[in-house]
């Protein structure tokens, strides 16, 4: 006997999958340090994601919408939408004369467990490129600033990209002041102690300052 055929799969209820009601979003607000008001329109999704990229990654300083347009720009950054032959989404950003795609991404639907897996592969896989070094960045309205082990760079649009190699004191410095990062003294001595020995030929410019962590700067 053949049995009847499946009814097609119905709408998925993403919130369903989520546990949000598992956020402690007063911690989160205080993590990425918004102290506006949390309404949900527009408005407070756009200083959100502001306040998440400034404190926690890098990317897009606000939302675009999903659609294919003009370039739109976010302070000195400019950013576009193109959808490739394949269906998926490429992020791409202007660098100099060129756009380059930082991103790319589809409409499915993701789930926790998606989240989980990539999670764990960047985490522990050895060729993760998190568990062969350590890698902060921050950005801003004017620039973004990396520190990749030693090796602290700093990219604005319109400008040559300017490099140094930091000592073991500037190192440390750099995480509170140039990152505003919240750690102890023990954490910072942590990441000190595994950062590799200094090499001696690597690029140095002098004239590339670092706030101090006590919001000055140091040469």
């Known amino acids: 006997m053949t049995p009847p055929p499946a009814s097609p799969p119905g709408p ?34 756009r200083a959100l994601h502001r306040a998440h990229v400034a404190a926690i990654t890098s990317g897009l300083l606000e939302p675009l919408p999903l659609v294919e347009d003009a370039p739109r720009r976010q302070g000195r950054w400019e950013y576009r939408l193109r959808r490739g032959p394949d269906g998926a989404w490429r992020l791409r950003e202007r660098a100099t004369d060129d756009w380059v795609t930082v991103q790319t991404f589809t409409e499915e639907p993701q789930y926790p467990v998606d989240v989980e897996v990539a999670n764990h592969h960047t985490a ?20 973004v600033r990396r520190l990749i082990d030693r090796a602290y760079t700093w990219e604005s649009p319109g400008h040559p ?14 995480l509170v002041g140039e990152f505003a990062l919240t750690l102890s ?25 670092l706030r101090s962590p006590t919001g000055g700067h140091r040469a």
Do not use: M
């Open 124 to 143: 522990t896989d050895p060729r993760s490129p998190f568990t062969r070094q350590r890698v902060v960045v921050r950005k801003d309205d004017e620039s």
């Open 12 to 45: 998925v209820d993403l919130a369903a999958h989520w546990p949000v009601d598992a956020l402690d979003l007063d911690a989160y607000l205080r993590r990425v340090g918004h102290r506006g008001p949390v309404t949900p329109d527009g408005a407070t999704l």
């Open 185 to 209: 003294e023990d954490e910072i001595r942590a990441l000190v102690n595994s950062l590799p020995p200094p090499d001696a030929d690597a690029a140095v410019a002098p004239d590339l300052e």
């Open 161 to 174: 990209t300017r490099c140094r190699t930091l000592t073991d004191e500037e190192y440390a410095d750099a």
